[in-house]
């Protein structure tokens, strides 16, 4: 169990959030449940964030994500696990009501009891645009990192498909080409092998 107290996120500001199964058990554990988190992630972090980039694996994620300011939040599509709406925001606490509602529903399909992920989930902001590219190559490419898969658009289950697509998409997806150019450098970025020390400080594992 983790002992320190994580800062809280800040609205206005680029997060890696990462997260893992408690005791690095497994927290997907078929197509269905994949599909199950993001449709919760886009009840309960879609209206206070934008999505950059992210990954699901077997027992851990990654997603990069902008918080948004009070004025930018769409409260008429917020979701909470508390019956009355909060008085302040807390985009922390909306991510523990994520895994919780996610927990929650493995828990009853898979008759299994206690915590699925560790708590606190680990965030690390990220502070220039550089950074940001460097660390969107690296959450496409932890399939290849791990081995599920040889290349990143072989895996199904990260935004990396979804960005170089054509289809309707509420990633920020003409965002994240532009920080490497066209859509052409976005997909040679990531084809080449990129150096990784200059963020080993926003890197979670």
Same mark, same amino acid.
């Given at each position: 169990m983790k002992n320190y107290k994580p800062l809280p996120l800040e609205k206005g500001n680029y997060y890696h959030i990462y997260n893992r199964g408690n005791n690095g058990i497994d927290v997907f554990f078929d197509s269905e449940s994949y599909y199950h988190?993001?449709?919760l992630f886009d009840r309960y972090i879609s209206p206070i964030a934008e999505t950059y980039a992210w990954c699901l694996l077997k027992n851990h994620f990654h997603i990069l994500v902008y918080i948004k300011l009070d004025n930018e939040v769409d409260y008429s599509k917020l979701e909470y696990s508390t019956v009355e709406k909060p008085k302040v925001l807390d985009p922390s606490k909306q991510f523990g009501h994520l895994f919780n509602a996610y927990t929650q529903a493995i828990n009853k399909k898979f008759n299994r009891t206690g915590a699925l992920f560790e708590k606190p989930f680990e965030r690390k902001q990220i502070t220039s645009e550089r950074y940001?590219? !460097? @660390?969107?190559?690296?959450?496409?490419?932890?399939?290849?990192?791990?081995?599920?898969?040889?290349?990143? !658009? @072989?895996?199904?289950?990260?935004s990396f498909e979804s960005i170089i697509s054509d289809k309707p998409t509420k990633l920020k997806r003409q965002d994240v080409i532009e920080l490497y150019g066209k859509k052409l450098d976005f997909i040679d970025y990531h084809k080449s092998s990129q150096n990784l020390n200059e963020i080993t400080k926003f890197i979670i594992e």
């Amino acid at each position: 169990m983790k002992n320190y107290k994580p800062l809280p996120l800040e609205k206005g500001n680029y997060y890696h959030i990462y997260n893992r199964g408690n005791n690095g058990i497994d927290v997907f554990f078929d197509s269905e449940s994949y599909y199950h988190f993001l449709r919760l992630f886009d009840r309960y972090i879609s209206p206070i964030a934008e999505t950059y980039a992210w990954c699901l694996l077997k027992n851990h994620f990654h997603i990069l994500v902008y918080i948004k300011l009070d004025n930018e939040v769409d409260y008429s599509k917020l979701e909470y696990s508390t019956v009355e709406k909060p008085k302040v925001l807390d985009p922390s606490k909306q991510f523990g009501h994520l895994f919780n509602a996610y927990t929650q529903a493995i828990n009853k399909k898979f008759n299994r009891t206690g915590a699925l992920f560790e708590k606190p989930f680990e965030r690390k902001q990220i502070t220039s645009e550089r950074y940001l590219q !460097n @660390l969107i190559y690296y959450i496409h490419n932890n399939p290849v990192q791990h081995g599920f898969v040889q290349q990143m !658009n @072989l895996y199904p289950w990260s935004s990396f498909e979804s960005i170089i697509s054509d289809k309707p998409t509420k990633l920020k997806r003409q965002d994240v080409i532009e920080l490497y150019g066209k859509k052409l450098d976005f997909i040679d970025y990531h084809k080449s092998s990129q150096n990784l020390n200059e963020i080993t400080k926003f890197i979670i594992e």
